[in-house]
């Protein structure tokens, strides 16, 4: 390995040439500068590993994990492959004493999740879930003012994930499909918002849910809602679509001293929040101060990604780790725990005794062939399609 110090740029390599890999990935990490190396790139599809090199001016090229960590000796790696290849090459690049930052969803499973989490804590190595919404200055802005108090006591959320794919989005043939992506919407879409909720309000201890394919050709839902209850005592609304044709990710929390929201679609900046005081807050130099942020970065992988390297080379445990890394995927199970039971669902009931503990689906309910319909009280739309 090399120095970590500082001295020299950490060595970087990207596991999948894909459309995040390119899009994402490669253009928030050289906005890091000399900080970062990408030393190599792997995919099973040699040529297009061999095209995304040559594109992008990387000479290690790899078809094999293995041969990218002893060929390259990357000190991080980013998976960028689909979910369900993320638990094994996470696993073999932890077990190597490699970092790893993994692309949401971060596998397919608590089960899985729980795997890569141990294989962190057995080699030493860490791993961070892209989750980069966390990351925007009005995020963090609005997270210091609901944890500190500075607004009140949080009484009633709204989190909206409404965003619109086409039938052809689903071509690809792992998308749609429980096995490959884990869910629908919920999983694939929604779970930026319900993150950046969680980082706001903390751990949910009860929900609701109802989940429906009302117009994809897919095995998975298209639609979602839930009604969560948190620890603190707040209670939300969660919808997550991909119907909708006006798109929105939209979050709203009204506290006992003021209104936060949120509007934006794919990234936010400070000016997407705004704040509406109560009745009785009179303060205007306090209201100044929650509508002022301190700095103002728009959210983006390129936080995340400064922020596991500055824990990399100081030899500190990334963000979004451990719990935190694990919340999101934790509420996504319980909802759909609760949408194919057909009832509620307590956070303390996701153990590994639990058949949605290794599978989102529990390895039956869905809309495809073979596969049992949703508990009376979900929505077990047919769909036209």
Known sequence: MTDVSGTEPVRIGIVGTGGIAEARHLPSLRELGDRVEVVGVMDVDAERAEAFAARNGIDGVYTTLADLIAGARPQLVHICTPPSTHVDLAVQALEAGVWVLVEKPPCLTLEEYDRIDAAARHSGAHYSVV????????????????ASGELGRPLVAVCNTLWYRAPSYYDLPWRGRWETEGGGPTMGHGIHQMDLLLALLGDWSELTALAGRLDRAIDTE?????????????????VNSILSPREESYIRIDTTDATVELSHTYGYENTDWRYTPAPHIQDDDRVARWRTPEGDERSSHTLQFRAVVDALVAGEAPPVTGQA???????????????????PVRRDELTPDSPFYSSMN???????????SPATGAMAGAGAR
Request: proline share 0%; charged share 15%.
């Open 325 to 343: 890394g694990r919340q999101t995927l934790e509420l996504i199970t319980g909802l759909y725990q609760s949408a194919f039971t057909g009832r």
């Open 131 to 146: 989750f980069q919404h966390r990351f925007g200055s009005g995020g963090l802005h609005a997270a210091g003012l609901l």
């Open 222 to 238: 298209d639609v979602t809602m839930a009604s969560v209850v948190f620890e603190n005592g707040a209670m939300a609304s969660i």
């Open 362 to 372: 529990a390895g039956r309910f869905g809309w495809g062939a073979g596969h049992e």
